[in-house]
RNA sequence: GCGGGGGUCGCCUAGCCUGGUAGGGCGUGGGAUUGCUAAUCCCAUGUCCGCAAGGACCCGUGGGUUCAAAUCCCACUCCCCGCGCCA
C-alpha cells in the first residue's frame, strides 16, 4: 500500500511507476474513489456531529424529567439518514481499499528501466566457474545415478513437482539450513520458525491477493493458506503493533518450508528438483527504520554472497528491471548461482527492499518516544539459503570423476563425510 | 471437542448488573517549581477527515435491539482454567 497523500499530489508518479512495471491499474478511477471517499467522509462526520449534540440534549432532559418526545423524533430521522449515507459509504471506503491494496510498490531510483529479465543489469561476478577434464553430469542424472531422488513415486504420490529426498542428500539439505541458522546467529539475527499456514488477512499484509493463485496454496474449508516463504509469517507478526524505536532494526533468519504452486510454469525445468513446489529455506528478514533500509538492503546481499563464497559456488548478482521486479518490492537484487550441469547461472536468492508497502498493509510502525507520531517502518527480506536449488549447484559443480561429488569445506562438518 | 471465566485508547485497571460525552494508575516525552538529588504540579501520549479552526471514530470482530450501546441480545474469534483426545 502506498501513502494516499503521495498518490494524491503526485499522481503522475505513480503513473510512471506503473509504466515502468507494465501494469494496467484503474490510476483515474483510483484517484476519483479517493476524493468521493474524503468527501464522504466530511458529510456523515457532519451528521454524526448533529446526532451527538441531540443525544446529550436527549440525556439532559431527561435527567431533568422533561419531556423529550419531539426531540427524539428529530433523533429518529437523523438516525435513518445517516444509515443510508453510510450504506454508501462503506461502498466506496471498500471500492478504495480494493484498489489500494492492488497497486504495486513504487521503484527506486536506481532500477533499470525495461519490461523483463531482459533489462536485468549485471552488478558483479564472484568466483570462478569450475573446468572438468570429463564428461559432467546434469544434476538430474547425478541424483539418479547415485540414489538420491525419486521423482517417479514423488509423481505418484503427489504429482509432478515434488520429490523424494533420499540418503546423503537430505543431510545435504540439512546441513544447508544448520550452516545457514548459524551463519546468521553469529550475525545477531533471531532465528526463528514461523507456522506454515497463515490467514488471509496475514497473507494480504504481505503480498497482493491477485498474485495469491497463481502462487499460494489454499488450506480448503479453513481460514488458512500454506506460506510461499517464511516472509509472509514473519512480516505479518507485528501486524497492528507500535514497535519502540530503539528496538530497531529487528533481524529475523527465518526457518520455514516453503509451498508454491509455480502455475504458470509449464515446460520449464520440468525435471529435477530446480523448480518444486515444495522445499526449505532460511530467509533473512529485517524490520528497519526508514533512514536505514537501504543500508540494511546492501547489508542483506553482502550475507547471501558471503554465504554462497563460503560454499565456494560462482555466482553473479542481477540488479532487477523494473518489469521483473516482484511487484511488493522497490529493489530487488537476484544471485544467480552457477549451474555446470546446465552452464549457466541460475536464480537462487532475492534480496528486496519493500519500503513502507508492507508495513502500511499491515499497520506496522515505531516510534522512539511515546509522545511522538508513530510512523510506518520499512521491511526487507532476502534468501539466504533455499536448500533445493543449491542443493543443484553443489551436486552439478562439486562433481567428480568417479560420478560422485565432494562436499564444501564449509558444511561437511554438518554431513559427517566429504563426498556424496 | 465439552464446560467455565475473560479481551477497555503503549502496559495495568474502573465502568457493564441498572444504556445517556470511557475515568484512574504506571510508563514515556515536554514544561513549571524547589540551591543539587528527590518530591510535587501542569500538559502531551490510538485512527481518520481537515491548510487550520474543528470534528468524527475507537472498549477483540461482525451483526441486532434502541432516539441512544463499552454496557442488552446473537454469531464468530483469540486468551486463561478444568475435562476429553493426542505426537
Not at 436527549?58 to 419531556?67: H, P, R
Not at 459509504?89 to 531510483?109: F, G, R, V
Request: aromatic content about 8%; charged content about 30%; proline content about 3%.
Amino acid at each position: 500500500m502506498l501513502d494516499p497523500k503521495l498518490i494524491r499530489d503526485n499522481p503522475e508518479k505513480i503513473r510512471e511507476m506503473l509504466r515502468l512495471r507494465n501494469i494496467d491499474f484503474p490510476l483515474d478511477e483510483f484517484i476519483k474513489s479517493d476524493k468521493e471517499r474524503r468527501e464522504l467522509i466530511i458529510k456523515t462526520d457532519e451528521l454524526r456531529k448533529t446526532k451527538n449534540q441531540i443525544s446529550i440534549e436527549i440525556a439532559k432532559k431527561k435527567k431533568s424529567n422533561e419531556d423529550a418526545s419531539s426531540i427524539i423524533k428529530q433523533m429518529q430521522t437523523i438516525s435513518q439518514e445517516l444509515q443510508k449515507l453510510e450504506e454508501i459509504q462503506l461502498k466506496t471506503e471498500d471500492n478504495y481499499k480494493k484498489l489500494s491494496l492492488t497497486l504495486p510498490n513504487l521503484i527506486h531510483e536506481s532500477v533499470p528501466a525495461g519490461k523483463d529479465e531482459t533489462a536485468n543489469k549485471e552488478i558483479r561476478k564472484s568466483g570462478n566457474t569450475p573446468t572438468f577434464d570429463f564428461k559432467i553430469l546434469d544434476h538430474i542424472d547425478l541424483t539418479q545415478n547415485l540414489g538420491l531422488v525419486d521423482l517417479e513415486r514423488a509423481a505418484k504420490v503427489s504429482g509432478a513437482r515434488f520429490y523424494y529426498l533420499k540418503n546423503q542428500l537430505v543431510r545435504l539439505n540439512q546441513a544447508l539450513l544448520q550452516f545457514a541458522l548459524d551463519f546468521l546467529t553469529e550475525k545477531n539475527y533471531t532465528p526463528i520458525q514461523t507456522p506454515y499456514m497463515i490467514n488471509r488477512n496475514a497473507m494480504e499484509g504481505a503480498i497482493i491477493a491477485r498474485d495469491f493463485e497463481d502462487v499460494i496454496y489454499k488450506v480448503e474449508g479453513e481460514d488458512l493458506y500454506l506460506i510461499g516463504t517464511s516472509e509472509h509469517a514473519i512480516a505479518s507478526m507485528y501486524e497492528d503493533e507500535i514497535i519502540e524505536g530503539k528496538s530497531l532494526p529487528l533481524r529475523y533468519a527465518g526457518v520455514s518450508p516453503c509451498f508454491r504452486k509455480e502455475a504458470g510454469a509449464h515446460g520449464r525445468d520440468q525435471k529435477g528438483i530446480f523448480r518444486v513446489h515444495q522445499f526449505e529455506k532460511v530467509e533473512q528478514f529485517v524490520f528497519s527504520t526508514p533512514e536505514e533500509s537501504w543500508n540494511e538492503h546492501e547489508k542483506m546481499l553482502h550475507n547471501v554472497e558471503e554465504f554462497y563464497q563460503k560454499l565456494g559456488i560462482p555466482y553473479r548478482i542481477m540488479l532487477l528491471s523494473s518489469g521483473d521486479m516482484g511487484k511488493v518490492s522497490a529493489k530487488t537484487y537476484d544471485l544467480e548461482a552457477w549451474m555446470a550441469g546446465q552452464n549457466s547461472y541460475r536464480e537462487v536468492a532475492s534480496c528486496s527492499n519493500c519500503l513502507d508497502f508492507q508495513a502500511r498493509r499491515l499497520k506496522i510502525r515505531f516510534r522512539n518516544r511515546t509522545d511522538e507520531q508513530p510512523q510506518y517502518l520499512h521491511t526487507l527480506n532476502s534468501t539466504l539459503v533455499a536448500t533445493t536449488r543449491t542443493m543443484v549447484a553443489i551436486l552439478e559443480n562439486f562433481q567428480t570423476k568417479d560420478g560422485h561429488v565432494s562436499i564444501p569445506k564449509a558444511i561437511q562438518k554438518y554431513i559427517g563425510s566429504s563426498t556424496i
